[in-house]
């Protein structure tokens, strides 16, 4: 039986853990996704769907990781707080570095969940580092203070404002996807970076100015890529890459991993 269904593509949630020191939900957990990268997904034809936690002081009933595996067609893991880095076996340089250790087990077996039920899997800025992670990888907590000559990759103050090129590695998949590109232009908004790339994946970009990777891909059988920078930030007003053909890249892989008899419209 053919179903005209769109694909329904799962993005890791946020976290917002209780904090006393806040007057709203200063006792509540808040699980969300933000507006931009939902927004980013349904340029493409696409659904987003929020994958909530089934972990946690308040959890109830046996839905997990899998079940949502089973149900999506595909998983974007977004941006936010930094890695814990006991996630690659370090302790934190600094209390700011503290990253989100529940954050961390919660995506890590969500992509291991997607992985092995053949769906793919795509990450944007801390989703590439808790990728590369998840993976065996290793990462620069703070790019400024390990890596002294880095250019700046992160400015607080313009935010998704901040832009450098970008330099794709030659006969890569990426390389492919951006053969018209008339703009390598991409924001940079991250001060954590890949240190040590983990095994099975290549790296398809970086920065042309000091060599900090900005994208990298699983070399097996599995659709697992992800980039530095935030694609859902882009647009031709600000004269940035267009990254459609990256989401359609990552669509087409969810389409193709769909079970015989469904289709997109």
């Known amino acids: ?60 009933g046996n839905t997990d990781v899998d079940d949502y595996a089973q149900w999506l067609d595909g998983l974007v893991l977004h941006g936010g707080a930094d890695v814990w880095p006991g996630s690659y076996g370090e302790e934190p340089m600094q209390d700011a570095w503290q990253g989100d250790r529940i954050r961390d087990e919660y995506e890590k077996a969500l992509v291991h969940a997607f992985v092995k039920a053949g769906k793919p899997v795509f990450g944007v800025c801390r989703g590439l580092q808790l990728i590369n992670v998840a993976f065996g990888g290793t990462l620069y907590q703070d790019i400024a203070t390990q890596l002294p000559a880095s250019r700046l990759h992160r400015h607080a103050e313009i935010y998704d404002r901040h ?37 099975g994946f290549v790296v398809e970009a970086h920065c042309p100015d000091d060599g900090v990777i900005e994208a ?36 087409a892989a969810a389409t193709n991993a769909r079970p015989l008899g469904l289709v997109q419209e």
């Open 163 to 199: 832009f450098h090129t970008l330099e794709i590695v030659p006969e890569t998949r990426l390389s492919t996807l951006f053969t018209c590109a008339s703009s390598y232009k991409i924001n940079s908004i991250h001060h954590q970076g890949i240190k040590q790339l983990a095994a």
């Open 216 to 251: 990298i891909r699983h070399t097996g059988p599995s659709y697992i890529a992800a980039v530095q920078w935030h694609p859902e930030f882009h647009s031709a007003e600000l004269g940035t890459l267009d990254d459609a053909p990256l989401l359609a890249d990552f669509l």
């Open 1 to 60: 039986m053919v179903m005209n269904d769109k694909l329904k593509i799962g993005i890791s949630a946020c976290f917002m853990h209780p904090d006393k020191t806040r007057a709203s939900f200063a006792f509540k957990t808040l699980q969300y996704v933000e507006q931009s990268m939902a927004h980013w997904i349904m340029s493409g034809g696409a659904l987003p769907v929020m994958v909530p936690s089934p972990m946690g002081s308040t959890a109830r």
